[in-house]
């Protein structure tokens, strides 16, 4: 009473937000679902806190990293209270490589050469799981129709800062490369996250638009959207982006031609074996390339194997080459989750600087999805990230092939394919630390397990609503 007579009395605004608080509190305790629909909402148009406060160096989002702290902790008080989770969620071989993930992740934070750094890094990654896949995963088990309203929301609001970019764009020239590297400040950090949230989300504006277990009205919606995300596609220049959906269509004929995974695990290991053999003649061929990164659509694609000339692939080469560096000198549990930006500056080569390296190595990451984990958490860092991936696809695939629901089929083969572009995108950056890719990336791999366990269920398309 003192304390409350206090904020009172010294006329403070504190007292105001109260009932705010309150309000999302019990939102949570009573219905995770609406909370979760606001972070997916508000995630294309979070902000960082530097931005909304400047001076503020600590890296979080806003509103939706608050949030998402607020729902583990909330969500942690509620399972121990009632000592119940759906047990086939927890139990999914997804969810076990993904536990697994976070335990190698825990191991490593606790030997890692900057602690707090590696437990907070930990402490991001448990607060997208639980949110975005745990609870998202059983809100879509009890009415799958809730995986399309996911999507909506987030492209509804995405279609904001697409609009904002290409406005922005327009003022510079919409074939103007460079404008395309802050045009979409300060919503996302630069063109390549942007460029591969597009990218993730363009198999989904496909099938509105071709799916017709959707009305005419959504699939005429279908279409435009998928004109405007081709559209901020293209002028996002994210080489990374372009390859990954092209990939992705590779994904989608093998898929629909149903080879079978012998044959395609066979060529993919003679593929590896055979750049190992020839690795030194495959650089020396592309050290030719002197396309350089510009305007020109086709020039700027083609740049993607210049290594000869081009900084920006020079300097991921070199984040590359401190990577594997940094696993050698500690290939078990490594310098510790989240730790690379700040350990790499030393571990650079006079040789492998470019003219945008830095002497205190603060200019990132390590721009590889693989790479880093290898170099913050040792071989198995690598291998139990690479195990989610590999549960999820054929979980994925199997549960396509299994499917009779043409809806349900679609929004599996949409969400694995999205996941593809990510898959591959990540050989050239990572961003599953920031709420932008880990919205979509953990949210369509619940969907994936979602579908999965009600095919398994034998509903074949029957819904189980949702009682609220």
């Known amino acids: 009473m003192l304390n409350l007579w206090f904020v009172v009395k010294k006329d403070t605004l504190a007292i105001n937000v109260l009932p705010v608080v309150l309000g999302i509190v019990l939102t949570v305790i009573f219905s995770f679902d609406k909370l979760i629909w606001f972070v997916v909402f508000f995630t294309p148009l979070s902000l960082p806190l530097s931005t909304v406060m400047p001076g503020f160096d600590f890296d979080m989002y806003l509103p939706t990293e608050p949030l998402l702290f607020g729902i583990l902790i909330l969500f942690l008080l509620k399972v121990i209270h009632e000592r119940s989770f759906d047990r086939k969620i927890l139990l999914h071989p997804v969810s076990l490589a993904i536990y697994l993930n976070l335990f190698w992740i825990l191991i490593t934070s606790l030997t890692s050469s900057m602690p707090v750094v590696s ?11 639980v949110a975005l896949y745990l609870l998202t995963a059983k809100i879509f088990t009890t009415d799958s129709q809730k995986a399309e ?18 406005t922005r764009h327009w003022g510079y020239g919409l074939l103007n490369k460079k404008a395309a590297h802050f045009v979409v400040t300060p919503f996302y950090n630069d063109h390549t996250s942007y460029g591969a949230a597009l990218a993730m989300f363009l198999p989904f504006s496909v099938l509105f638009a071709l799916s017709r277990c959707y009305s005419k009205k959504i699939r005429t919606l279908g ?39 012998q044959p395609i695990f066979i060529t993919v290991i003679l593929f590896f074996s055979l750049v190992f053999s020839f690795q030194n003649q495959i650089v020396m061929y592309l050290e030719r390339n002197s396309d350089e990164s510009s305007s020109n659509l086709t020039e700027h694609f083609s740049s993607m194997t210049n290594i000869s000339s081009d900084a920006s692939n020079l300097e991921r080469l070199n984040r590359w080459n401190c990577a594997i560096r940094m696993f050698e000198e500690r290939p078990v549990f490594g310098f510790g989750p989240g730790t690379y930006m700040f350990q790499y500056a030393s571990f650079q080569l006079k040789k492998d600087r470019t003219i945008i390296s830095t002497n205190a190595g603060d200019a990132g990451n390590a721009h590889s999805e693989y790479l880093g984990p290898l170099s913050e958490s040792g071989v198995l860092g690598l291998l139990t990230f690479l195990l989610i991936i590999i549960t999820v696809s054929y979980t994925a695939v199997n549960t396509w092939s299994r499917l009779t629901d043409a809806r349900l089929k679609g929004i599996v083969l949409a969400a694995f394919l999205g996941l593809v572009t990510y898959y591959v995108h990540g050989f050239l950056n990572n961003f599953l630390d920031t709420d932008k890719l880990s919205v979509p990336f953990w949210g369509f791999t619940a969907m994936i397990v979602a579908i999965d366990l009600h095919s398994r269920r034998g509903k074949r398309g029957t819904e189980i609503k949702n009682p609220d």
Request: proline share 0%.
């Open 119 to 129: 437990f907070k890094f930990l402490l991001s990654r448990l607060w997208f799981v």
């Open 149 to 166: 309203k996911y999507i909506w929301l987030y492209l509804i609001s995405f279609l904001i800062v697409i609009f904002y970019a290409i």
């Open 223 to 261: 279409w435009g959207l998928t004109g405007i995300l081709t559209v901020a596609f293209v002028l996002s220049y994210s080489r990374a982006a372009w390859l990954s959906v092209m990939a992705a269509l590779v994904v989608w004929g093998i898929i629909k031609l149903k080879i079978r995974f």
